[in-house]
């Protein structure tokens, strides 16, 4: 706790105290009253089989990821929480479609030298075989595990070459850049312990790593990403529609000296650049937690959640400044979504945002904003009682915070997080990391009514097939037309707060009964339109005629 | 007029309320007593008079003539089916082509009586209606044309679609279980009461291959209405009718849950068409009694109908004008089981209501298998069919697909009735029987010319047995 005490506080108030004094919870005023659906949440970690809790001293503050992924070809999310001190566990999924979630421990076979010290965890299939692997951020080595079938692993980092540095890892995110047979991986570093006057503005240097041309991955070949400024997330990104994905990075002005968000331009075979003021890019200094990333507007140009001590950002491009330059602003207020303070419980003191995710959780087209959040231990000037962020998206276009309703208002510190359907049945499902105490897993009930639960909007969940090489697509954009709407989604690995998912991508499509789908593959080539019915699993395989409808087993 | 009904008047409907001569409680009040007249739907199982109740009341629903007082109008909302904001205002409140096109339901389902079919007088135009909201030319580019379906028997035929769905499924999920528990990929036919629907391909993975579907949507869901087969249920058809044709918005797809306000189209009336309305206009169409068949007593026409009967089925008519198909319970549950959120469905309610079509007394006519089925003399078979080809292109009039079904793919006509309802085709621009067999083109081709090619004689008595199937007022 020592290390943050230093805290700046001034510059905080100074943001913040205009906030807690005169404006609400979540930002600008709204008279407009939320009459969508509100999704009933029920805790049922314990019940389904999971108690986890993540822990340890202060390296552990940071990080708390949980991978979801599917690790036994059952296409149901398993999920991989880190421990921190403790042991990280897989938990395989059991639960019945639209039933109580339930989960059974796995043993993976890993010493407890790997599975201990985990931060995070993203899964990623690097190696083509259609099995998911694991990135996991320690604190020292990280570790590659290489996915096998029924949810086997075993450590590949001699096998690709990973080397796994000897760094405080909390950052992670990957993407198939040109041609390239296999991804590069971007890893985010904390502070540098060892370093002289560590931890303040001793920042260890984040890595690029682009795969070595050959057969097999190897990532032999480490690009430093200096400067560094202590990244707590990344994620590579399309920003300007160009194809090409530079790198987003979200930075902890706690133990910087003189940093700011980063934007990384990477031109293909050379080496990667940062983006400068005189290009646009604005000095933006935050306590970055998080980033999650969606395209509210359907223009092409992504908007950014990035959590942090207090205001939540969420930054869009400027219009006046240009498509070709990173000049962002930041919207949050005005969408109502800063969610710089608890909404409940009393405590007044600025919120700590972590993990972020964009979904469409009540199922009505609208995304959604959920925010992990939770004091970073005992930060007495920051609030204690922090719930989680439900920030639900309105017909205005604007957010509304509902965590409240839906019954995620834990007073628990959460940290990494993941949204997404655990019982398979189109109503996203929460699991939230929490520190020093267990995880809490929330099954989407529906809408509470008189009589009992109604489901919500229609749905539909995609998977797309890119072929032999990154053949989960990732960098590829889902587009999704129902009558004058356009929904879409960006398959990407990295951001979040230490936390991944592969699998399903999941969209509400509100009163919808039918929807047509088109695809835009990692290299840019636009698909044929796919027409689907609502309420499916769909699978789209390129180069086929047809899009594939997928069933869960069971009842 | 309740109080209920009086205070859905938003402030400006309110407004517009105090100018009028007319006051709620006066007798000729300009608003639809019928409208709001039932506070809460319908649930469990229905007596006889509690469904007589209910059915009055869609009667009454059917046949009004609403007004701008009851919600006529959508000057902030297209006709489109998902809810959908209109661009610009537009000056006139009626539009032939675009909609508002109908005063109420009964102006067009009229012909031989209230809830029959119409004449082309009473065509109707449909687009997805999302950015040509206002069309106003009958270039089938910017819509397809319809005729107006009757609704006699609706409700037995939406109970055939229920259970031929569950049939399909059922098929879905035994060729999925077979893939996963051996390992293979496992190919079954897809065929329902007797009808084929193309063969379904499942992995072992649980993936199903959809390339060999025939005439049904990808979902497996039979949408026995419209003459393209692509509305899942009589009440989700209401709802969507109701918006388009007169402007009336049910709040189960533009009330607040979904547009986020109480008036959507902004016509200043709030909540215009209760879930109880909705409910009490399906049960009206459900009970409509099924047509029959009625020999006029002129000299010859028993005869000749018998030979034609005869005909229709040696030239292969039966193939697709399927004489009747079984149905298994006649126990119809609205909301339903199929429709997706927009349209109420039975996990949307606490509890939906049933009625045993069999209540009516027009059901006891109707014949049953030997075990013990209703025999549904639809002759049709619910399934779409490609229906023009290079030579034969009547039906092919169009240039927009509707709802994903190709330009020349049409469910199945149900003949019952038919003798009642000319003039004929999906556009009513068939005016004789014998025009209208002569246009079937693609699948019914062998047919077509089968017909063509038979005895004048032959050809005169498949009319009279044609002319026969009507609908008894």
């Known amino acids: 706790m020592k290390i943050f005490r230093n805290l700046t506080l001034a510059a905080l108030a100074a943001s913040c105290a205009g906030a807690l004094l005169s404006f609400p919870a979540q930002g600008a005023e709204t008279d407009v009253p939320f009459t969508a659906d509100i999704p009933s949440y029920h805790e049922e970690a314990k019940s389904a089989g999971i108690d986890h809790s993540y822990t340890g001293p202060w390296e552990y503050f940071v990080g708390g990821g949980v991978a979801s992924f599917d690790c036994n070809g059952d296409r149901a999310p398993d999920l991989f929480l880190a421990g921190g001190s403790s042991k990280a566990a897989l938990f395989v999924n059991a639960s019945r479609t639209g039933g109580a979630l339930s989960f059974r421990p796995k043993d993976t076979g890993l010493s407890d030298d790997d599975l201990t010290k985990v931060l995070g965890a993203y899964p990623l299939d690097i190696d083509n075989d259609r099995h998911t692997d694991l990135v996991l951020l320690k604190l020292g080595r990280n570790v590659v595990l290489k996915g096998g079938p029924d949810c086997r692993f075993e450590k590949a980092n001699r096998a690709f070459s990973f080397d796994g540095g000897r760094a405080w890892s909390t950052a992670f995110a990957a993407t198939w850049e040109g041609s390239n047979a296999f991804p590069t991986l971007a890893i985010g570093n904390y502070v540098d312990r060892s370093a002289p006057g560590s931890p303040f503005g001793t920042c260890d240097v984040n890595q690029l790593l682009r795969p070595v041309t050959g057969e097999a991955p190897d990532y032999s070949e480490v690009l430093p990403l200096e400067p560094s400024y202590c990244t707590l997330s990344m994620l590579f990104t399309d920003w300007d529609r160009s194809g090409k994905p530079s790198l987003r990075i979200t930075n902890d002005r706690q133990y910087y000296r003189g940093g700011e968000e980063q934007l990384w331009d990477l031109p293909e075979g050379q080496l990667p650049r940062q983006y400068t003021a005189s290009e646009g890019w604005q000095r933006l200094t935050i306590w970055g937690m998080g980033i999650a990333e969606a395209d509210l507007n359907a223009d092409g140009l992504p908007e950014y959640a990035l959590t942090s001590m207090g205001d939540t950002k969420i930054q869009k491009l400027d219009d006046e400044a240009g498509e ?16 710089q303070r608890p909404y409940t419980g009393g405590d007044i003191k600025p919120s700590t945002g972590w993990h972020s995710q964009f979904a469409d959780i009540n199922n009505d087209t609208k995304l959604d904003l959920f925010i992990a959040k939770g004091n970073v231990q005992a930060m007495p000037d920051f609030a204690q009682n922090d719930p989680d962020n439900l920030l639900l998206g309105d017909m205005a276009g604007r957010f509304q915070e509902k965590g409240m309703e839906a019954g995620i208002a834990l007073d628990t510190k959460g940290r990494g997080a993941a949204v997404d359907d655990f019982n398979m049945d189109g109503m996203p499902d929460l699991i939230v990391v929490n520190r020093e105490a267990p995880a809490s897993l929330f099954r989407n009930m529906g809408a509470k009514t008189d009589w009992g639960y109604r489901p919500l909007g229609n749905w539909l969940k995609v998977e797309l097939d890119n072929g032999k090489v990154n053949h989960a697509a990732v960098g590829a954009l889902v587009s999704v037309r129902v009558g004058t709407q356009t929904l879409t989604r960006r398959i990407q690995v990295g951001g979040g707060h230490a936390s991944g998912q592969t699998g399903f991508t999941h969209l509400g499509l509100g009163v919808a009964e039918r929807a047509t789908i088109r695809v835009q593959w990692p290299d840019g080539e636009w698909s044929h339109p796919y027409r689907v019915f609502a309420n499916q699993h769909v699978r789209i395989v390129r180069g086929e005629d047809n899009a594939r409808y997928w069933y869960p087993a069971g009842p | 007029m309740t109080l209920t009904r009086r205070y859905r008047m938003t402030l400006s409907g309110m407004a517009l309320v105090l100018t009028l001569p007319a006051m709620a409680a006066d007798p000729w009040d300009e608003r639809t007593p019928a409208l709001g007249d039932r506070t809460t739907m319908p649930t469990g199982r229905l007596s006889r008079s509690d469904l007589d109740a209910l059915t009055a009341q869609g009667e009454a629903l059917f046949s009004a003539k609403f007004t701008s007082l009851d919600g006529v109008g959508r000057p902030g909302a297209t006709q489109a089916i ?3 904001r209109r661009k610009h205002p537009r000056e006139q409140t009626f539009f032939r082509t675009a909609g508002l096109d109908a005063g109420a339901c009964s102006s067009c389902h009229n012909e031989p009586v209230v809830g029959g079919a119409g ?7 449909v687009s997805e209606g999302f950015e040509s909201a206002d069309f106003d030319s009958l270039d089938p580019q910017f819509s397809n044309e319809r005729g107006t379906n009757h609704l006699f028997g609706a409700g037995l035929i939406e109970l055939l679609a229920r259970e031929m769905s569950g049939e399909l499924q059922a098929i879905r999920g035994k060729a999925l279980e077979d893939a996963r528990s051996s390992g293979q990929t496992v ?9 084929d629907f193309g063969f379904i391909t499942a992995d072992a993975d649980g993936s199903v291959n959809l390339d060999e579907l025939a005439g049904i949507d990808t979902d497996l869901v039979i949408r026995p209405f419209s003459q393209k087969g692509v509305m899942t249920s009589l009440r989700q058809f209401t709802v969507n009718a109701l918006n388009q044709h007169s402007g009336m918005q049910p709040s189960e797809r533009y009330g607040a849950r979904w547009t986020g306000t109480d008036d959507f189209d902004s016509d200043g009336v709030s909540r215009e068409v209760s879930d109880a309305d909705v409910s009490a206009l399906v049960a009206w169409q459900a009970t409509r009694p099924s047509p029959a068949r009625v020999v006029p007593d002129k000299s010859g026409w028993a005869e000749a109908a018998r030979r034609g009967e005869q005909v229709f089925g040696d030239l292969g008519c039966t193939d697709c004008h399927r004489t009747s198909l079984p149905l298994e319970k006649a126990d119809f549950s609205d909301p339903g089981p199929y429709d997706a959120a927009g349209t109420l469905n039975d996990t949307q309610v606490a509890e939906p209501a049933i009625y045993d079509l069999t209540l009516n007394d027009w059901a006891q006519h109707l014949d049953r ?39 020349n793919s049409f469910m199945t006509a149900e003949l019952w009735g038919i003798g009642s309802t000319p003039p004929y085709g999906h556009r009513n621009d068939f005016t004789t029987l014998h025009e209208v067999i002569l246009a079937h083109g693609g699948e019914s081709r062998k047919t077509r010319d089968a017909y063509d090619a038979a005895a004048d004689q032959d050809k005169s008595a498949l009319v009279a047995f044609l002319k026969t199937l009507v609908i008894v007022p």
């Open chain 2, 82 to 84: 998902i809810p959908t």
């Open chain 2, 369 to 407: 298998d030997e075990q013990g089925r209703l025999l549904v003399p639809l002759f049709g078979d619910l399934k779409r069919h490609e229906m023009t080809d290079r030579d034969i292109t009547g039906f092919g009039n169009e240039l927009l697909s509707q709802r994903f079904v190709d330009r």
């Open chain 2, 187 to 195: 190919r079954l036919p897809l065929s329902a009461k007797g009808v």
């Open chain 1, 324 to 339: 070709d330059r990173p000049t962002y602003r930041d919207t949050a207020y005005e969408l109502g979504a800063t969610a």
């Open chain 2, 119 to 125: 004449d082309f007088v009473t065509n109707v135009f």
